[in-house]
Each structure stands twice: as C-alpha cells, then as structure tokens.
C-alpha cells in the first residue's frame, strides 16, 4: 500500500540525536522526564511534524507513566532515552527492578491506579521489557 511522504521520511529527521537523560528516582523526577521529552519532542517538531496533534500528547503521556511506575515500583535511579525512527519515535526507560511489570485491575474505590500500564500498551506499536543484571529497560514505540 502506497503512502504519502511525511515530513520525517526524509534524511533531515535524522538530525536530531537520541537524548539520554538521568534522574535519581524522586518524586519530582517524574516531571523532569515529562519536561525533556517535551523539549525533544519541541525541536523534533521543528524538522519533522508530527502525523497528528495527539501523536506528542500520547510520548508524553507514555513517558509520565513509565516515570511515575519507576519512581514508585524501582528503588533508585532511572534512566531516560528517546530517540526519533522513521516513522516514530522510541522511548526507553530503565529502572532498578527486575521485576517485570504487569498489569493490574483499577480499583476506583481505593483511590485509582492500574491504568498506566494498559495506557501504555493501548497508546504504543511496540512495548517489550529487558532485563538485565541490575534492573529492566522498557522499550516502547509510538507513531510520530
């Protein structure tokens, strides 16, 4: 099936790095990562428009989960990556758990949670989690 070109097929998407960014694990870390990814996803933008207006709204949205789920479930540091593809753009989050998230039922009575990680799978392409000796890495990727 045939498409029509977008801004980020051509070689100038390419010019915007991966951004790499470290935050120790705190509560107010979760707004950094929000924060450094709207800054990517700003000067993404400039180069490479997004498909549509909800593509920077669901990054964003993904990667406050993955934060807040770090800064809750994982002791200690975290690490954030994103980085544009061809058609999209690639976050990874690595923590300090190797447990490997799962998702859990909402419960509106206790006071919510459980959504974050269903959000996560119905916004990105791809979602896989690596484990390695001294935690995971979350792998996800969503439409730009």
């Known amino acids: 099936m045939a498409t ?12 915007i790095t991966a951004r790499t960014a470290r935050f120790a694990g705190e509560p107010w870390d979760v707004t950094g990562a929000r924060l450094a990814t709207e800054d990517f996803l700003r000067e993404l933008a400039e180069i490479s428009p997004p498909s549509a ?11 406050t989960e993955l934060a807040a789920n770090a800064v809750q479930y ?9 980085r544009p593809t061809f058609d999209g ?10 447990v490997l998230p799962e998702p859990r039922p909402f419960r509106p009575d206790s006071g919510g ?19 390695h000796a001294t935690g995971k890495d979350v792998h996800v990727f969503l439409p730009w």
């Open 74 to 82: 994982a002791p200690g540091p975290f690490e954030l990556r994103l």
């Open 89 to 98: 753009v690639h976050v990874m989050l690595g923590d300090t758990s190797r």
């Open 4 to 15: 029509e070109p977008r801004g980020n097929d051509s070689s100038a998407s390419w010019t």
């Open 113 to 131: 949670g459980g959504i974050g990680w269903h959000l996560v799978h119905a916004l990105c392409d791809q979602v896989s989690v690596v484990p």
């Open 53 to 63: 207006p909800e593509c920077r709204y669901d990054i964003v949205l993904v990667v």
